[in-house]
């Protein structure tokens, strides 16, 4: 029987998990974090075979390549977590399988990233916010060369408003979270994230090209609540808001209940 991954485990090269209804071979060897989960994220550590229903062989998913033992090294080394097409590609296919899967067995998992496309955002999407009444989303997609969070609206124009260096990108594919709102709370923070100040698990949303936890953060803007991102690689949180990306020294993080 396949194990199922959790946190707080040491794993072996070569073992075989199961996560949200996939199948990954461990690529290196490690002990497990909660923001380490298998998926395009952690690339570096685990390689996709598939769902747990039908089994793939390796050769079947194109593995990144793997050059350090350290599995932050290679989240660290563009030769090992490719960027550009490859990445965003490694992304839609792992989330469309995700999502796939999520419809056809229900959640297994408090909270859930599916895909959608423009402005059909499901409704059992966790809220984040409001703009003038307009009900905000997290949203979650591949922006240029990595992973970002952002806010998602059924009046936004795209459906998708995403932040990275200071530029805000209008996104028609992309991520929402959804899930039990009951199963969440927010924690207020501030400065650089750290998950021993929150009090309570955050809840996962990868990590960056550099390795730190990206976290889904919120801040109350000019009248309205939005969600935004923040990551252990800098201080504050991040919202794509207009055409700019305005930084928050005070905001709030998304935690498990």
Not at 68 to 87: A, D, R
Not at 154 to 160: F, I, N, T, V, Y
Request: aromatic share 8%; net charge neutral.
């Amino acid at each position: 029987m396949t194990r199922h991954w959790e946190p707080g485990v040491t794993y072996s090269a070569g073992e075989v998990l199961e996560y949200q209804g996939q199948r990954y071979r461990v690529i290196q060897g490690h002990s497990s974090q909660s923001d380490w989960a298998p998926g395009i994220a952690t690339a570096a550590l685990f390689g996709h075979l598939g769902s747990s229903g039908h089994h793939k062989p390796c050769h079947e998913h194109p593995q990144v390549p793997v050059q350090n033992t350290n599995p932050l090294e290679s989240l660290q080394n563009p030769l090992t977590l490719k960027i550009g097409s490859f990445s965003r590609e490694r992304w839609l296919q792992d989330s469309r399988q995700r999502t796939d899967e999520f419809n056809r067995t229900g959640p297994c998992a408090p909270t859930t990233w599916v895909l959608v496309s423009g402005r059909e955002i499901p409704g059992n999407a966790i809220e984040a916010g409001k703009e003038h009444d307009n009900a905000l989303y997290i949203a979650r997609a591949y922006v240029e060369d990595g992973l970002y969070v952002g806010k998602a609206g059924r009046h936004l124009a795209q459906g998708a408003e995403i932040g990275r260096q200071h530029k805000s990108y209008a996104l028609q594919v992309y991520e929402v979270l959804i899930g039990d709102p009951r199963a969440v709370h927010w924690v207020g923070t501030h400065g650089l994230p750290n998950p021993q100040n929150l009090g309570a698990r955050h809840v996962d949303a990868g990590v960056d090209l550099h390795g730190h936890q990206i976290f889904i953060a919120q801040v109350s803007h000019n009248g309205g609540i939005h969600p935004a991102r923040a990551s252990g690689g800098a201080s504050g949180a991040y919202l794509a808001y207009g055409d700019k990306e305005l930084a928050f020294q005070e905001y709030r993080v998304l935690c498990y209940a």
